[in-house]
């Protein structure tokens, strides 16, 4: 079952950019690194995904280096809106490991 | 407007008793999921689908039953067998049989509470 670690929770401000970063020791050469924000009350929403090296959206930046045992999810300029809890996933191609959020990371944005 | 709905946002019922709750989607994908979530807690996979006629067990299948007879709808019924009931329930469905990296679009979710 893929595993991934990330810290429960993390608090930063308004305009600063905000790192969170995942772990996954065990990474198979067919996964993806996957990232979801949640607020409460409602389903997550995809913001990005990546296989290795870096890549950017219009919301976000993921950083997967070499050997590809984490990740970081870049967030910029945050917003008070950008309060929410963030799941990193290792989707795996073909069947359903990584398919279960952990507990994710907690953001708290201050004004 | 394309996406998933799901019904009703609350349910109420009492022990014992079987209940259906609905997921319908309207983007043409081929796969669909069905999640749990407790309070303070991640998603656990109950059950998915990737094509219709077909469907896997999750993590936590155990009290749970599911059908895909349409290809917009993946309904989960919540069976007395099933110890904690009591949950958030979430369903999503993604492009793609083959495969299961694409984007995952999700419901809003229907709180069923169990007494």
């Known amino acids: 079952l893929a595993k991934t670690t990330q810290p429960i929770s993390m608090d930063s401000y308004e305009g600063q950019e905000v790192n969170i970063t995942c772990s996954h020791n065990n990474i198979a050469t067919n996964d993806y690194i996957t990232w979801y924000q949640q607020f409460p009350s409602q389903g997550p929403r995809f913001i990005i995904q990546?296989?290795?090296t870096k890549v950017t959206n219009e919301v976000a930046s993921l950083f997967i280096p070499a050997d590809r045992k984490s990740s970081t999810l870049s967030l910029p300029r945050v917003s008070l809106s950008d309060t929410a809890v963030y799941y990193c996933l290792e989707q795996r191609g073909g069947g359903a490991d990584g398919l279960t959020f952990g507990k994710g990371t907690h953001l708290i944005i201050q004004p | 407007d394309g996406g998933i709905t799901q019904s009703p946002k609350y349910l109420f019922r009492k022990e014992g008793q079987n209940v259906t709750l609905s997921c319908e989607q309207n983007?043409?994908?081929?796969?669909m999921y069905w999640y749990r979530q407790d309070p303070g807690q991640g998603l656990r996979l109950i059950y998915y689908s990737q094509i219709v006629n077909d469907f896997q067990k999750g993590d936590i299948a155990e009290g749970y039953s599911v059908s895909r007879e349409k290809k917009e709808s993946f309904p989960l019924t919540v069976t007395s067998a099933q110890k904690n009931p009591t949950a958030f329930y979430l369903c999503a469905s993604s492009r793609g049989a083959a495969g299961l990296t694409y984007e995952q679009y999700f419901g809003p979710g229907t709180r069923l509470t169990v007494t």
């Open positions: 983007l043409n994908h081929d796969a």
């Open positions: 990546g296989y290795k």
